[in-house]
T-cell receptor, first 114, second 111 residues
Framework: DAGITQSPRHKVTETGTPVTLRCHQT?????MYWYRQDPGHGLRLIHY???????DKGEVSDGYSVSRSKTEDFLLTLESATSSQTSVYFC?????????????FGPGTRLLVL | EDQVTQSPEALRLQEGESSSLNCSYT??????LFWYRQDPGKGPEFLFT?????EEKEKERLKATLTKKESFLHITAPKPEDSATYLC????????????WGAGTKLIIKP
């Protein structure tokens, strides 16, 4: 158990509404990631963070922004949700000994945009 | 372009019927290959990391192997509780620790 929680776990919203998803970790890991998972696709990286206030884009970052003001929290915001952003969102942290690190995942947030 | 392809998309086996899942990859330089298990409604759960061709790792009924072009996840005498989607990902040497994911293989073990 990597001590990762995500909130909310389920959300239904309407097109055009802003939405913020929260990822919380308890073990002070430096790297945190946001992915989306859709049928027929592998996990796709949205944004990642390598420290407080240090973030970078992944392969599917359009329409998403992130913030990390504390080590333990990584927020994903959909400024104006669209139906194409209906998906399951996973947060992950990177942990392990140097050179043998891997990613550990939270339980996910299921988002439906109507 | 770095790429990961998993096959088959789905596999149905009888309990006790051994088989293998495939993960083919194209990457400029491999730092590591990862296998995860994902149960419905849950996040991926880490299983193995392989770093070099010829390496093998085992856990209960699962054994992962690696060559220069692909990895296999061998399942020996599976049980219904092994039913899950198995995900493969690779990390390239120049990737800043980002992973490239396959779409997964859904494994169903019938009792």
């Amino acid at each position: 158990d990597a001590g990762i929680t995500q909130s909310p776990r389920h959300k239904v919203t309407e097109t055009g509404t802003p939405v913020t998803l929260r990822c919380h970790q308890t073990e002070n890991h430096r790297y945190m990631y946001w992915y989306r998972q859709d049928p027929g696709h592998g996990l796709r990286l949205i944004h990642y963070s390598y420290g407080v206030k240090d973030t970078d884009k992944g392969e599917v970052s359009d329409g998403y922004s992130v913030s990390r003001s504390k080590t333990e929290d990584f927020l994903l915001t959909l400024e104006s949700a669209t139906s194409s952003q209906t998906s399951v969102y996973f947060c992950a942290i990177r942990a392990g000994t140097s050179g043998e690190e891997t990613q550990y995942f939270g339980p996910g947030t299921r988002l439906l945009v109507l | 372009e770095d790429q990961v392809t998993q096959s088959p998309e789905a596999l149905r086996l009888q309990e006790g019927e051994s088989s293998s899942l495939n993960c083919s990859y194209t990457v400029s330089g491999l730092r590591g290959l990862f296998w995860y298990r994902q149960d419905p409604g849950k996040g991926p759960e880490f299983l193995f990391t392989l770093y070099s061709a010829g390496e093998e790792k085992e856990k209960e009924r699962l054994k992962a192997t690696l060559t220069k072009k692909e990895s296999f996840l061998h399942i020996t005498a599976p049980k219904p509780e092994d039913s899950a989607t198995y995900l493969c990902a690779v990390q390239a040497i120049d990737s800043n620790y980002q992973l490239i994911w396959g779409a997964g293989t859904k494994l169903i073990i019938k009792p």
